[in-house]
């Protein structure tokens, strides 16, 4: 996807903090690029990007983890970045190749919107690779109608048609925990150029029946917020607890959109330290 890559080095130099190193991997839905940082003998976490953006976009949001365990983000197919743009039909065998093409066993694994669906698809395929599992603002429960998620999809619509900065920005604005004018450029940018040149997803990844995560019994962190259009915390609170049955907490960020602002990432990454470290241990060095 060349057309995504000035924006994905822009996003790595804006919004990441940390040294990243780039990786391929083979699979068999194509060559796969992943990005890594932290110590590589660390606990792996593996990290699904959301969709419609790059992959240094989602990472973002729990790059200080790498102080603590090993990221791997892979860039998904069919999304922003680097790895083959084809969609694959099932998401769940790709992982695997991932995990194998990495010589990683099992791994903790964190699904930020679009790679939440990707995660539980992988928690029914291959529930065995799967050590932890954080689910953030996740696809995969499905959707609620509202007039915010209406409004977004016809001004995404009109955008497409005739592509204006200011029918971008209306119709990302509902997304954003904060002012639309005060969120980086190149997150901007990037949506805007999914929107023009990409396929609009009529549905997001997730299991065929919800029903099929019920020998999902790895221990599990969802984290909802208040005012997400796509996945609203009190429509989607009840089907998490009705499906998942190691489900340890379910927390709703007050005031949260789906993009969240930089003090509700900041909230998520101490939810999932917490998480892990309760599971794993702290790292005591």
Known sequence: MSRF?????????????????????????????????????????VVFQGGNVTNP???????????????????????????????????????????????????????????????????????DRITAAVLVAPAGFGTHPSWALARIVVLSLAYRVVPRRGLLTRALAPMFSDPIETVDNVVIETVGQALRT???????????????????????????????????????????????????ECITLAGEGHFLSPPGQERVTDHIRGFLDELFGPDEE
């Open 5 to 45: 890559e000035g924006l994905y080095d822009d996003a790595t130099s804006a919004l990441l903090d940390i040294p990243v190193t780039d990786r391929w991997v083979e699979t068999s839905e194509g060559r796969t690029h992943v990005l890594t940082a932290g110590d590589a003998t660390a606990p792996p976490v």
């Open 57 to 127: 976009v989602t990472l973002a949001w729990v790059q200080e983890l790498a102080d603590e365990y090993y990221l791997i983000a892979p860039d998904t197919p069919g999304q922003p970045g680097w790895s083959d743009p084809h969609e694959p039909e099932e998401y769940g065998p790709w992982v695997v190749d991932v995990l194998d093409g990495l010589g990683i066993d099992r791994a903790a694994i964190v699904g930020v919107s679009h790679g939440g669906g990707i995660l539980l698809e992988a928690a029914v395929h291959a529930p």
């Open 198 to 248: 990409g396929d609009l997803q009529a549905s997001f990844p997730g299991p065929d029946d919800l029903a099929d995560l019920a020998v999902f019994n790895t221990p599990t962190l969802v984290i909802l917020s208040e005012r997400d259009p796509f996945f609203p915390a009190s429509r989607i609170r009840p089907r998490v607890e009705q499906t998942l049955p190691a489900l340890v």
